[in-house]
């Protein structure tokens, strides 16, 4: 097979020879890595990915091929990809179609035959930043200006270009073969919960279907009037891309929502959007946390203590300072470099958590959330009804 050369250049000026998979062209965005050991067609499709050229330090790429079955959204929400080596050739049961392949029917260029480990080390000691694969444009410094053009991911508002344009019911639970915690729902009494889709990956939606909830996803803009008309017993924030700061009427809508009197769950960017909604601050990461190995710790008081090997997929935080005198209280600290993992309303049946609890790809060690968030609900609708 011939390899087509193509090349990676990032806004420092640096160059990376290699060789291109999947579709050809240029692509430009901000450079991540995420060092997980398996998972790749999750991270390819998930919505928090959106505007971002995708490191992926694990050195094969591709073994298993892809299934529709994996995908965390309709197509893949990457703008590039960047691997050590790629298998044109699957080995696995379950595999439809090979990476390289899959990449090209949905138009992501991917470069191969690079140093990961490299650019990860410059990545790290340098801070995520933009960059440019090109199978066209070989000349470094004609793409350098390029990446140079491009928009910092600081201030970008990318929630409005992944979220649903309208409202949709999902019905989807895990699937039985892949289920890890054996939920058992109250089939007799169904809960209804509005997600606000910021990018929401598709495994949340289903350990919501699979505690017994009904699931009325939504737009990222909906009014909070237009929420509270499904009679939700609790609304979802979901995960997403960009710049949480940027996004408006989603801290606006949260604000309005924190005097709904419902219970409130957050994952990632809705945590974020929830800390933003208390009176908190966020910032960018130097390379932000992605990967499948991130330890967070519950610091209360009155918990366990115990500590979550989780899955992570971000590039902001919010600032834990900023939360000292808000309504809000630090519930998890990320172990690696003690920032915010997750919070909850002093008062209010309101709490987020940084990390991805479905963990696909990751530990389940956080499953419990979605159960908390159900028994929150249930607590809510018995008082509410004992009360009248």
Not at 6 to 31: K, N
Not at 246 to 268: Q, R, W
């Amino acid at each position: 097979m011939t390899k087509q050369p193509a090349i990676l250049v990032l806004a420092d000026g640096s160059c990376y020879q290699g060789y291109a998979f999947g579709a050809t062209g240029t692509a430009i965005g901000e450079v991540v890595f995420n060092t997980g050991m398996t998972g790749y067609q999750e991270v390819l499709t998930d919505p928090s990915y959106r505007g971002q050229i995708v490191t992926f330090t694990y050195p094969e790429l591709g073994n298993t091929g892809v299934t529709p079955e994996d995908e965390e959204s309709d197509r893949p929400q990457v703008k590039g990809a960047i691997a050590r080596n790629i298998t044109y050739i699957p080995s696995n049961w379950r595999s439809r179609q090979s990476l390289p392949d899959y990449l090209k029917a949905n138009n992501v260029v991917g470069i191969a035959g690079i140093d990961t480990r490299a650019l990860t080390r410059k990545l790290r000691s340098l801070g995520a930043m933009n960059g440019g694969i090109s199978t066209e444009v070989l000349d470094p410094q004609q793409l350098l200006e390029k990446v140079k053009a491009a928009p910092s991911m600081q201030g970008l508002n990318l929630a409005q270009t992944v979220t649903t344009p309208r409202v949709y019911e999902w019905t989807e639970p895990t699937p039985s073969e892949w289920e890890f915690m054996e939920a058992t729902p109250d089939v007799a009494n169904p809960l209804t919960v509005v997600a606000i889709d910021f990018g929401v990956k598709r495994n949340i939606l289903r350990r919501l279907v699979s505690y017994g909830c009904r699931v009325i996803v939504v737009p990222a803009d909906t009014p909070p009037e237009k929420i509270m008309e499904f009679k939700p017993d609790g609304i979802f924030l979901s995960n997403g891309p960009g710049d949480p700061a940027a996004v408006k009427t989603g801290i606006e809508t949260a604000t309005a929502l924190l005097g709904a009197d419902k219970p409130l769950f957050g994952i990632c960017l809705g945590h974020q959007i929830l800390g933003l909604s208390m009176g908190g601050d966020t910032f960018k990461l130097k390379f932000g946390h992605r990967g499948l190995n991130q330890p967070a710790k519950n610091q209360l008081p009155t918990s366990d203590q115990r500590v979550e090997i989780t899955s992570q997929n971000h590039g902001f935080a919010l600032d834990g300072d900023s939360l000292t005198n808000s309504v809000a209280q630090v519930t998890h600290l990320n172990l690696n470099d003690r920032t915010v993992a997750g919070l909850e309303h002093k008062t209010l049946p309101i709490f987020s958590v940084q990390y991805h609890p479905e963990a696909s790809p990751g530990p389940h060690d956080a499953d419990y959330l979605f159960e908390r968030f159900v028994n929150t609900m249930r607590e809510q609708k018995l008082a509410v009804k004992t009360a009248s």
